[in-house]
C-alpha cells in the first residue's frame, strides 16, 4: 500500500509539473459506469470492457483492464451530456455558471 501510494504521489508530480490535468475517480464510480453495478468484481469489469469494445483481454492482466475501464469512465465522464463539468471544478466556476442560483 505504502508503495503504491508513493507511485501515485510521483505520478501526480509529474503531471502538475508538466500541466497536465489530474482527475481521479473511486473504484465504485469505475464500476458503476463500466458494468452498471458498483460492487462489480475485476472479472466483471473485464467481461464488459470485453463486449463493450470488440476484444478479448488476458485474464492474467486485470490490473491492465482496470486502467482500461478507468479510461472508459473517464470518457464516459467527459462526453455524457448530462455532466455538468463545470460545477465539479470549484466554486468559482460553479458561481459563475449558475450565478441566477446564489443568492446576495
Not at 12 to 37: F, H, M, Q, S, W
Not at 46 to 54: A, I
Not at 69 to 94: E, G, R, V
Request: aromatic letters at 6%; hydrophobic letters at 40%; glycine letters at 4%.
Amino acid at each position: 500500500m505504502l508503495k503504491l501510494g508513493r507511485a501515485q504521489g510521483a505520478a501526480i508530480t509529474a503531471a502538475l509539473d508538466k500541466n497536465v490535468p489530474i482527475t481521479e475517480y473511486a473504484p465504485r464510480k469505475v464500476k458503476l459506469a463500466i458494468t452498471g453495478k458498483g460492487a462489480a468484481s475485476k472479472e466483471q469489469v473485464k467481461e464488459m470492457l470485453e463486449r463493450t469494445m470488440d476484444v478479448k483481454l488476458d485474464i492474467k492482466y486485470l490490473d491492465a483492464s482496470d486502467a482500461l475501464a478507468i479510461a472508459m469512465c473517464h470518457f464516459y465522464q467527459l462526453t455524457n451530456p448530462m455532466t455538468d463539468t463545470s460545477a465539479s471544478k470549484d466554486w468559482k466556476s460553479f458561481i459563475a455558471a449558475h450565478s441566477d442560483r446564489v443568492k446576495k
